[in-house]
């Protein structure tokens, strides 16, 4: 359910939730559980619920951050306002759960505060990629029931910044949490860090949420540069037009990506950050 300094809590079916560690041959084999792994344990202390890990069962998916595992599906928090979504990171965000083939789903939040054309802007440049975008305000409770419908009979990881609403999702979508939620800084406009560990919380019948930590950065350096246009899903319609084989959608002529670009047909904040990443990944294989 949840893991903290070396220790992991596992919920045992009509027993309880007992404390563990995992056993050594882990560590020597570098494998480590994760939040929402199902486990075999051995109990050392039935009264203080106590217990070693001693298998981790297969999984069928698993993230490397947020570091979680058996997830069915994402849904990624931003804010629309205050902060200011940072497209470069929703972007390394979609890659990674893109690479992972798991379902993501684009939820902004706070709403209320937000201008119609604010709102419009990110629907248009998110939907055209295929994803599904929510907007919501878990401050005002709106929205919420369309998230619970997808949320249903799922388990979902929610991942996302710091700051942009996610333990206030968590406490509307279940009120018996009471998480901790942090202030914005209103000098940077950032969120404190609230949530330090991934945890499983239940929502209903087979409904399952995973809460993470905030980050403001986002690694994706284990890809390469041709793999790149691969994980921009809005490419794979126009990349047929491309003149040459294998075309970067870089500097190439007649470049069926760039037309669709120009054409509005795709998104020139999506196609800015791609080159953005572009160069970074290219910078990282000459200098490695």
Do not use: W
Request: aromatic share 8%.
């Amino acid at each position: 359910m949840k893991g903290i300094a070396g220790f992991y809590y596992v919920h045992v079916e009509g027993c309880g939730i007992y404390e563990c560690k995992a056993k050594g041959i882990f560590r020597k084999d570098h494998i480590k559980p994760l939040v929402g792994d199902n486990v075999e344990l051995d109990v050392l202390d039935e009264t203080e619920k106590l217990g070693n890990i001693r298998r981790i069962l297969p999984r069928k998916s698993a993230l490397i951050r947020p570091a979680v595992a058996n997830v069915d599906q994402a849904l990624i928090l931003f804010a629309i306002v205050k902060p200011n979504p940072n497209f470069n990171l929703l972007d390394r965000f979609l890659i990674r759960m893109e690479r992972q083939k798991l379902p993501t789903v684009i939820c902004f939040n706070k709403e209320d505060i937000a201008s119609p054309s604010e709102k419009e802007a990110l629907r248009s440049a998110y939907e055209t990629c295929g994803y599904q975008v929510l907007f919501i305000s878990a401050l005002e409770n709106r929205g919420l029931e369309q998230v619970r419908s997808l949320l249903a009979g799922k388990t979902t990881t929610l991942a996302g910044p710091s700051g942009v609403g996610k333990s206030s999702l968590i406490n509307r979508l279940s009120p018996d949490t009471h998480m901790e939620t942090g202030e914005i800084s209103e000098k940077i406009e950032r969120g404190r860090h609230t949530t330090r560990h991934s945890e499983i919380i239940a929502l209903g019948n087979e409904t399952y949420i995973m809460d993470t930590p905030g980050f403001t950065s986002l690694d994706i350096s284990e890809i390469t540069k041709e793999e790149l246009g691969g994980y921009y899903p809005e490419f794979r319609e126009y990349e047929p037009f491309c003149k040459f084989r294998g075309c970067a959608h870089i500097s190439e002529p007649a470049c069926g990506v760039k037309e669709a670009v120009e054409e509005g047909k795709i998104s020139p904040v999506r196609y800015e950050n791609y080159q953005v990443l572009y160069r970074e990944l290219k910078e990282i294989r000459r200098y490695s």
